[in-house]
């Protein structure tokens, strides 16, 4: 079992500011997914990671690859009350179809 | 295009009771993912089909679960008899194929509370 631990689990800030949550396994994956999930709803893909180093932006988000393909992390620059939600990685293995998620980070951008 | 549809959204029961959940994946899916989230937690692959056989069931507990995906469409997860401990959101996922960075599109969910 490949196990995929979020950092931090919890996290408040005020609207405007900067923040970086991390996804880290002691495992390699072939690829690796960030989703956001709001209250009530099933998570929504953000973006798929697959070579080592990358690095994607996706407006205010910026998402990077661990070299080595262990981790990865989600930052978010200039934080609105609209991305409020939990944010879940999901990485798969080597020749494996199967994603294992991570217990997310919950996060809370006060207006 | 309507995107992943379950219902109910809500069920709740006494324990020793039976529940049923639908899905309805993205048109022209063929893989298609029963997961179960707990509160705070991340969700966990319950069983996955491709077309109409379920290919991945080992993390799904056979003493009370089944499921079924007749003409590799519609699905139905079944839980016989609750109990408290499944209380948690059952969500459904399709995807176009089975490829590790495949894109999963989920469904709203269908919270289960059992009493």
């Known amino acids: 079992t490949q196990l995929l631990k979020q950092s931090p689990q919890f996290l408040s800030i005020q609207e405007g500011e900067n923040l970086t949550v991390y996804c880290n396994s002691s495992?390699?994956?072939?690829?690796l997914q960030w989703y956001r999930q709001e209250p009530g709803e099933g998570p929504v893909l953000l973006v798929t990671?697959?070579?080592?180093?990358e690095v994607k932006k996706l407006k205010r988000l910026t998402f990077q690859f661990g070299d080595a393909r262990k981790d990865s992390s989600l930052h978010i620059t200039a934080a609105q009350p609209g991305d409020t939600g939990l944010y879940l990685c999901?990485?798969?293995?080597?020749?494996?179809?199967?994603?294992?998620f991570g217990k997310g980070t919950k996060l809370s951008v006060i207006p | 295009e309507a995107g992943v549809v379950q219902s109910p959204r809500y069920k709740i029961i006494e324990k020793k009771q039976p529940v049923a959940f639908w899905c309805n994946p993205i048109?022209?899916?063929?893989?298609l993912y029963w997961y179960l989230q707990n509160l705070g937690q991340g969700p966990e692959l319950l069983i996955r089909?491709?077309?109409?056989?379920?290919?991945?069931d080992s993390q799904l507990p056979k003493d009370r679960f089944s499921a079924e995906r007749l003409k590799g469409v519609d699905s139905t997860l079944k839980i016989q008899p609750a109990e408290l401990g499944d209380s948690a959101v059952y969500l459904c996922?399709?995807?176009?194929?089975?490829?590790?960075?495949?894109?999963?599109?989920f469904g709203a969910g269908s919270r289960l509370t059992v009493l």
């Open positions: 048109s022209g899916h063929n893989t």
């Open positions: 990671v697959v070579t080592g180093g």
């Open positions: 495992s390699v994956f072939s690829s």
């Open positions: 999901a990485g798969a293995g080597a020749g494996s179809y199967q994603l294992t």
């Open positions: 996922a399709s995807s176009a194929g089975a490829f590790s960075a495949n894109v999963l599109t």
């Open positions: 089909y491709e077309n109409e056989e379920a290919v991945d």
